[in-house]
């Protein structure tokens, strides 16, 4: 007998089209907007859309004032920052990220952090036949990259030992840091020193070279690495790969101290 993968129930799909009108209804006024309205702008039956402005209200997407009226919650304030700073983030790098690919002649990435992984949000690909490619939106845990180590490092002891604990130091190479005690090692003294290496511990063959990005209230909010053949990375690249993330850092308005 075969099974069949169950398509998304027409109801559902209703849901977020109701739940999209909504929105956009809200969005479209500078005042929090009465159920009322709401109901004779989208459509929607008076019990409809306040059983759907009640679910988007439990998850923080919309707010009640106490006048019954509704405006776009923090949630998706939040959310929208995120992918404005993102986007910032990349259109800024990119140029400086060129400079460094075309200077050291090796593949540059800029990723962010998302819960225990770094995300590769932009990359400046190396222009030669062998070269190291990570995909843009691919992910890896933090220990095993060397924006990652540097991230655990930055926030301390604590957060390193609590991230072990959820991420068990699952080994991708043989060189992967499977114990606490050689992780805190590394993370601690890559913060102190403002960069770290990544010596073939999420891919056999592979070396990369890390240092953070901070925007203008000093929060770490992206890291910038340059991948590379093993036999490949040179330490004399640390200082410009770390010079770029300067670079990239004061234009988002950062000062350090």
């Known amino acids: 007998m075969t099974t069949r993968k169950k398509e998304a129930r027409p109801d559902s799909i209703q849901v977020i089209e109701r739940l999209t009108r909504l929105l956009d209804v809200i969005a479209g006024h500078e005042d929090p907007v009465s159920l009322k309205i709401l109901s004779a702008e989208t459509g929607l039956h008076p019990s409809t859309a306040f059983r759907i402005l009640a679910s988007l209200a439990e998850y923080g997407f919309v707010e009640r004032t106490t006048r019954g009226n509704y405006h776009l919650g923090v949630k998706l304030m939040q959310l929208g920052s995120r992918v404005h700073a993102s986007v910032d983030i990349r259109k800024i790098a990119l140029p400086l990220m060129e400079q460094l690919r075309d200077r050291l002649g090796e593949t540059v990435n800029l990723t962010v952090r998302e819960g225990d992984e770094v995300v590769y949000i932009e990359r400046s690909l190396a222009k030669r036949m062998i070269r190291v490619e990570q995909v843009i939106g691919s992910r890896a845990p933090l220990h095993v990259t060397a924006v990652g180590k540097l991230i655990l490092g930055d926030q301390g002891e604590a957060a390193c030992r609590s991230y072990a604990k959820r ?45 953070l990005v901070h925007d203008a209230s000093g929060h770490v909010v992206a890291g910038l690495s340059i991948s590379a053949p093993i036999e490949r990375r040179r330490d004399e690249w640390i200082a410009q790969v770390m010079e770029t993330g300067a670079q990239i850092s004061k234009q988002l308005g950062y000062h350090a101290t």
């Open 167 to 211: 991420s068990k130091l699952l080994a991708y190479t043989k060189n992967t840091h499977t114990k606490i005690t050689a992780l805190l090692q590394d993370c601690i003294a890559a913060a102190k020193r403002g960069y770290s290496l990544d010596n073939e511990e999420a891919e056999l063959g592979v070396g990369c070279i890390g240092t």
